[in-house]
């Protein structure tokens, strides 16, 4: 199966512009999704698709992808962005296989 | 609104089955555009996928746990369930039901989660 792959952590100062990429041979065929998730909550769907937001997430999330890396901007950081981010597409093993990246922890400063 | 909640037990004991409910609100479970998964967390760990039916029956697993993974559905309850038979301590873990868009690629995420219910295998 496949791996997704994400730096651990990274750190941004407030309303400044943070990228948080996501590697993997699935991202060549497949889009990446994006999740935020908070200490003790279930994640919340940010990105999905070519470059898609949901109702109610703001516009300062936009994602991106270029051979095997999706990427997840968030440009002019809050204190409320603060939180997990986790990638995740199809599987190459099957369109019916899912699997998630290893997350990254952003801290805004 | 669509909304998902889980529930079941929080202790399993070893070699036991773990068994867990998602009951959806809002919305009709028999709607063709969604799979309704399963994804687990274990404590400071990453997320994975666990499985999704079809409101048909039609079911889905994590290759890695496809030999102890049923997920069943029942429509006239509008619920789902999981079950995760001969469970060890490695699947200790918050476990989350969510809804995945069924149809196009360009859709492709898991739109609504429920708040999870953290799940201990210990004796």
């Known amino acids: 199966s496949s791996e997704l792959t994400q730096d651990p952590a990274v750190s941004v100062a407030l309303g400044q512009t943070v990228r948080i990429t996501c590697q993997g041979d699935s991202l060549r065929t497949y889009y990446a999704s994006w999740y935020q998730q908070k200490p003790g909550q279930a994640p919340v769907l940010v990105i999905y698709?070519?470059?898609n937001r949901p109702s109610g997430i703001p516009d300062r999330f936009s994602g991106s992808s270029s051979g095997n890396t999706a990427s997840l901007t968030i440009t002019g950081a809050q204190a409320e962005d603060e939180a997990d981010y986790h990638c995740?597409?199809?599987?190459?093993?099957?369109?019916?296989?899912?699997?998630f990246g290893t997350g990254t922890k952003v801290t805004v400063l | 609104q669509v909304q998902l909640q889980e529930s079941g037990p929080g202790l399993v004991k070893p070699s036991q089955t773990l068994s867990l409910s998602c009951s959806v609100s809002g919305g009709s479970i028999s709607s063709g555009d969604y799979y309704w998964s399963w994804i687990r967390q274990p404590p400071g760990k990453g997320l994975e996928w666990i499985g999704y039916?079809?409101?048909?029956?039609?079911?889905y697993y994590n290759p890695s746990l496809k030999s102890r993974v049923t997920i069943s559905v029942d429509t006239s309850k509008n619920q789902f369930s999981l079950k995760l038979r001969s469970v060890t301590a490695v699947d200790t873990a918050v476990y989350f039901c969510a809804r995945w868009r069924a149809g196009a690629r360009e859709n492709d995420g898991f739109d609504i989660w429920g708040q999870g219910t953290m799940v201990t295998v210990s004796s």
């Open positions: 039916i079809y409101y048909s029956g039609s079911t």
């Open positions: 698709g070519k470059n």
């Open positions: 995740n597409s199809r599987d190459n093993d099957g369109i019916h296989n899912y699997v």
